[in-house]
């Protein structure tokens, strides 16, 4: 099966300007999730979808930062304005759900890496 | 306190040797554990999960998960090159709850 697609791979952006990130999933993955891995620590959760519905947000920096997932396939997240804390890679995961059960791990996509300056 | 903590590393081991990683954890809510191994620049990939108490093998990767004392530990045993990367643990309490992963530790195994 093809994995989790992300786009760009890079991007270099002066603070203040807005960038976005764009994922696809597994096809008939309804779980998608978007983590912040900052150099040298582990992923943190920014946002979790089921579908096109938000499950967990909780650690999403509302103020700068927004996510939607339209159709419950495609997600895009979004930073603006970006601040040079931000820079770290954006990793776009998702799963699958089988008999209403979740199928445990998650697939990660290879990831954007963000530098602000 | 973090609630979960790994070693950082780096962890540098001759090839074929045994390599034992671990993480300790606080939450006692965790069921479900996982192992992925990520290379540099690449996303994490899964290498192992389990539910619970006990060992799961698989080939040269042995999970196992002391739920009684919050430690989980992974064994890779006859340790290759290719073995090289960055290991995260990583844990939730089930369903579609949020996981929480370790910081990883950095492995290099030397030809």
């Known amino acids: 099966e093809a994995g989790v697609a992300q786009s760009p791979r890079y991007k270099i952006i002066e603070k203040r300007q807005s960038v976005a990130f764009w994922c696809n999933p597994i096809?008939?993955?309804?779980?998608l999730y978007w983590y912040q891995q900052i150099l040298g620590q582990g992923p943190k959760l920014l946002i979790q979808?089921?579908?096109?519905?938000?499950?967990?947000d909780s650690q999403l920096p509302k103020d700068r930062f927004s996510a939607e997932r339209l159709k419950g396939v495609d997600s895009t997240l979004k930073i603006q304005p970006a601040k040079l804390e931000d820079s770290a890679v954006y990793l776009c995961?998702?799963?699958?759900?089988?008999?209403?059960?979740?199928?445990?791990?998650?697939?990660f996509g290879s990831g954007t890496r963000l530098t602000v300056v | 306190q973090k609630e979960v903590e790994q070693d950082p590393g780096p962890l540098s081991v001759p090839e074929g040797a045994i390599v034992s990683l671990n993480c300790t954890y606080s939450?006692?809510?965790?069921?479900?554990f996982m192992w992925y191994r990520q290379y540099s620049r690449k996303g994490p990939e899964l290498l192992m999960y389990?539910?619970?108490?006990g060992n799961k093998e698989d080939g040269r990767f042995t999970a196992q998960v002391d739920k009684s004392s919050k430690y989980i530990s992974l064994f890779i045993r006859d340790s290759q090159p290719s073995d090289s990367a960055t290991y995260l643990c990583?844990?939730?309490?089930?369903?579609?709850?949020?996981?929480?992963f370790g910081t990883g530790t950095k492995l290099q195994v030397i030809p």
């Open positions: 995961a998702s799963s699958l759900v089988r008999g209403g059960e979740w199928v445990y791990g998650y697939t």
């Open positions: 096809s008939g993955h309804a779980t």
């Open positions: 979808f089921q579908n096109n519905g938000v499950v967990d």
């Open positions: 939450n006692s809510a965790f069921q479900y």
């Open positions: 389990t539910y619970s108490s």
């Open positions: 990583a844990m939730n309490s089930g369903g579609y709850q949020k996981v929480t």
